[in-house]
């Protein structure tokens, strides 16, 4: 039973074609979700976490939302370098031993051509 | 945040062989984590590290193959025990800061090639 899906696979888009990215999840208590950047052959990068539905995060052509049951990763204007999989990731749980523990989803490919 | 190296960045070992991966903070966490990420897959959690404690395992995988050490709050070593092909893969430390609510950074990976 998937906990965390992310779509799509791979997304292709043009530089400047505005896009989002969707994180839906399955858990139950949510405590957080966030969202990494990882280019080939690094570690993810923190981007953003969220708490809450309705809350919101910005962070230059990246925009992030949760609801109750999905997170959107809005790109505005992308450009090349924004080319990398981004990936989704919850923490939940009720306590105890699972304090801290991140359950992935699968990631996007984001590929922006020029 | 914090500042996370990893120490070797990439190896390539024999069949039955260890190997042992060290990750370094640039400062004291609360929380240390080894991750896994298979070719082509996403992040999997192997365990938990705890200062001064046996580390915490998630299912599927044990201490025998995956032995982890915590001395302090800035060091941890991984080692992949009796290394098989299906043993290749990133390996990854993560961290969750003092005051750092909820958030967790990642070391650089481990490229681990198994032939």
């Known amino acids: 039973e998937d906990q965390v899906t992310q779509s799509p696979e791979a997304l292709r888009l043009q530089e400047g074609e505005s896009s989002s990215l969707n994180c839906s999840y399955t858990?139950?208590?949510?405590?957080?979700l966030f969202w990494y950047r990882q280019d080939p052959g690094k570690g993810p990068e923190f981007l953003f976490t969220?708490?809450?539905?309705?809350e919101e995060k910005e962070k230059e052509r990246l925009k992030a939302t949760l609801t109750k049951k999905e997170s959107f990763l809005h790109i505005t204007a992308p450009k090349p370098e924004d080319s990398a999989t981004y990936l989704c990731a919850v923490n939940w749980g009720a306590g105890g031993t699972s304090y801290g523990k991140l359950t992935f989803g699968q990631g996007t490919i984001l590929t922006v051509h020029p | 945040s914090a500042v996370i190296s990893q120490k070797p960045s990439r190896d390539i070992c024999q069949r039955g062989t260890s190997l042992t991966i060290q990750c370094q903070v640039d400062s004291q966490v609360t929380m240390m984590f080894w991750y896994r990420q298979q070719p082509g897959q996403s992040l999997t959690l192997i365990a938990t590290a705890n200062q001064g404690s046996e580390a915490t395992y998630e299912s599927g995988f044990v201490i025998d193959k995956f032995p982890i050490s915590r001395p302090n709050l800035t060091f941890s070593t991984l080692t992949v025990s009796n290394m098989s092909p299906e043993d290749s893969s990133i390996y990854l430390c993560?961290?969750?800061?003092?005051?750092?609510?909820?958030?967790?950074?990642f070391g650089p990976g481990t490229r681990l090639l198994v032939l």
């Open positions: 993560s961290v969750r800061t003092q005051g750092g609510w909820e958030t967790q950074y």
């Open positions: 969220l708490y809450s539905a309705g």
């Open positions: 858990v139950s208590g949510l405590r957080g």
